[in-house]
Structures are given as structure tokens and as C-alpha cells.
């Protein structure tokens, strides 16, 4: 089944019945980029008022006693010893370690639940199936029954909740470092995600006002965080983006990519960094994902994400060379750029 096929399957939100929903496009289609007012939906969720339909992340389960075992050999982050209701952050490599996938785990005792970005997940089930050989394990995919809800909680889900993810970014997991400041501006996120029933979606949100994707992308890039599809492109390393901090563990067995990873980490830099860009904000317009950054005339990296933050104005992230001179200002087309540093040269 092929990626449109499967996000034309899914159910339609029942939250873009909620007032002023507009449909989001492109990777966040499926869901309301905004219900009318994105800067307020903003400041409900600094507030820790509102919620985040993510309907349309995919959702699979991993189940077998011997799940936790076999996920951690094949991807970045340590699992094994996982506790029920405890939540990792973990990459599937290519054999040359560029990010193909990432993977929100959370495990109930019984069964490994994984979300992954809107339409990966009949690719991420697919490989995973392909990698099961001997082993006790089965992998389903419940995106068609189970729904994504996120919310600005820093705790696990209680007894008798929904299963919760709750995100590490951006304090450094088990054995693992940073590439970035020491200071982290997102010190003290509070972020989690809910597996709900989608027939029960509509309830869980309750009386709590919607916050669209343009509000959460805003608050994602402004807290440096990195996302598959957006910040990364076919040859992205883990270290590029800051990503080891949650996502992997520099001293765990063999897995696809390590080799890369290792190499890196030990032998020298990126070759590629990060940057957080302030964007003049003066013209009617912004650029678009993906736009060319330039300094004198040539090209030296691009635009990844663009959002309007409700304090800051016109932000973005974006994936530049190593050696561009961290204080240059950028141009995408005539917008003028601003560089703070997430990855160091």
C-alpha cells in the first residue's frame, strides 16, 4: 500500500468540525493547521491549555516477548530494560547511518506502541516485518484505530489514562552527548503524546481549546527540536541536527548505522550543522520550507522550517555547511537571516 493510500484510509478528524478549523497541507495534512487565531493557539499552549490533534501520525505495536530486544538492536536508542510507561526517542538508519525514520516508543508491559511521522508507518512496519527472522515478535499497524493527541505535559500518563509518549527533548538520554550550546533554550519543555481511540478522540479533548500545527510547529522550532521530512533529506547524520542528545546511545550493541555514528562522534564533526534563524519580517511574505540560504552569493545550505512564533516573529530552522562563519547573515531570496547557533562548527 503505498503512502497516499494509506493517509486517504484514515477517518476524517473530528476536530476539524471544531470552529474555524483550516486544513493543514503537505506533511500535516489531514489535520487543522489553525482554527483562526495560530498566535493565541500559541500562547494556549505555553499556558499548558490547549491540545494538538495529531490524528494523522502513524501508529504501530510491537508485541511478543521478545519486542524491546529486537527494536534495540535495530535502531539508535538503548531499549532493552524499558519500563511499562516509560518513553525512548529512536532512529532508523540507513547502512550508511543517514536518518530515515524516528520512532516514539512507549511500552505498557505487554506491547511496544510506535508512532511515526503522518504515512511512515506502512514503510516503518514493512522493514520491521522484514527484520524478524527467528525472533517472538509481531508487528500491526493501529493507525486506523488508535489516534494521536498531543498535549504540553511532562509526566507519564496515569493508571487508568491513555498511554502516553513523553518527549526527552532536549535533555540528553543515557549514554549519549550534545553538539550544541550547554544552555538549552527549551530546558524545562513539557510535551507528551496520547494514544487515544479515535472514537474517543473527541472526548478526550473535551472542553480544552485546539491548538493547530501551525501553533505546535512554531513552538517545535523554536525550541530547536528536529523533525524527519522537515530538517532532515536523504544523507542527514544524527549529529547534524543535535539528535544524539535524545535519540541515541554512543555505547550499545551493533545496529544499523552505528558505524557512521561512531565514526563521527569520535573522529571529528559534521559536516553539516544546524542553525535557528530570526527572519526579517518586514515584507509581505515569508519563504517557503526548503528555499536556498545563501551568504555572497552562493548557496550555503536551506530553509527547513518556517513558522511565525507569537513573541519572536518570523523564525525558522535550517541545515547549513559546517564552515559558513556562524555570525554571517543569511539570504533566502530577499528575506534576510539571522544564524544562532544549535550545532557548533
Not at 473527541?202 to 522550532?221: F, H, K, M, N, T
Not at 547534524?240 to 558505524?259: F, I, M, N, P, S
Amino acid at each position: 500500500m503505498s503512502t497516499s493510500q494509506t493517509e486517504q484510509a484514515l477517518p476524517t478528524s473530528p476536530l476539524l468540525q471544531r470552529p474555524g478549523a483550516v486544513v493543514g497541507t503537505g506533511r500535516d495534512a489531514g489535520v487543522a493547521a489553525h482554527y483562526g487565531d495560530p498566535h493565541r493557539e500559541q500562547r494556549l499552549l505555553e499556558e499548558g491549555l490547549a491540545c494538538v490533534d495529531l490524528s494523522h501520525r502513524g501508529v504501530l505495536t510491537v508485541t511478543g516477548p521478545d519486542r524491546l530486544r529486537w527494536l534495540h538492536s535495530l535502531t539508535t536508542q538503548q531499549l532493552v530494560g524499558l519500563e511499562p510507561r516509560q518513553s525512548r526517542e529512536t532512529l532508523i538508519l540507513s547502512p550508511k547511518g543517514h536518518i530515515e525514520h524516528a520512532l516514539h516508543v512507549v511500552d505498557d508491559g505487554e506491547t511496544s506502541w510506535l508512532t511515526t511521522e503522518p504515512g511512515a508507518q506502512e514503510a516503518v512496519r514493512s522493514w520491521l516485518d522484514s527484520m524478524r527472522f527467528m525472533l517472538a515478535v509481531e508487528v500491526a499497524d493501529r493507525t486506523a484505530d488508535i489516534a494521536v493527541l498531543g498535549e504540553p505535559v511532562g509526566t507519564e500518563s496515569a493508571a487508568g489514562e491513555p498511554l502516553a509518549w513523553v518527549d526527552p527533548w532536549p535533555n540528553v538520554v543515557g549514554d549519549s552527548t550534545t553538539y550544541g550550546p550547554a544552555e538549552h533554550p527549551a530546558a524545562g519543555r513539557a510535551w507528551r503524546e496520547l494514544l487515544v481511540p479515535r472514537a474517543q478522540l473527541e472526548d478526550r479533548v473535551g472542553s480544552r481549546p485546539p491548538a493547530g500545527q501551525w501553533a505546535a510547529e512554531a513552538l517545535r522550532v523554536q525550541a530547536w527540536r528536529p523533525r524527519v521530512g522537515a530538517e532532515t533529506d536523504h544523507r542527514t547524520i544524527p549529529h547534524e541536527l543535535d539528535w544524539l542528545r535524545t535519540a541515541v546511545h554512543l555505547h550499545k550493541g551493533c545496529y544499523r548505522g552505528q558505524e557512521t555514528v561512531a565514526r563521527v562522534h569520535n573522529l571529528g564533526r559534521p559536516p553539516r550543522r544546524l542553525v535557528f534563524l530570526h527572519l526579517d519580517g518586514s515584507g509581505h511574505t515569508l519563504p517557503e520550507d526548503g528555499a536556498e540560504l545563501s551568504h555572497d552569493g552562493k548557496v550555503v545550505g536551506r530553509l527547513t522550517s518556517v513558522a511565525r512564533h507569537h513573541e519572536d516573529g518570523p523564525v525558522a530552522l535550517g541545515v547549513v555547511k559546517r564552515t559558513l562563519d556562524p555570525g554571517a547573515v543569511l539570504h533566502a531570496g530577499s528575506t534576510s537571516a539571522a544564524q544562532t547557533l544549535v550545532v557548533t562548527p
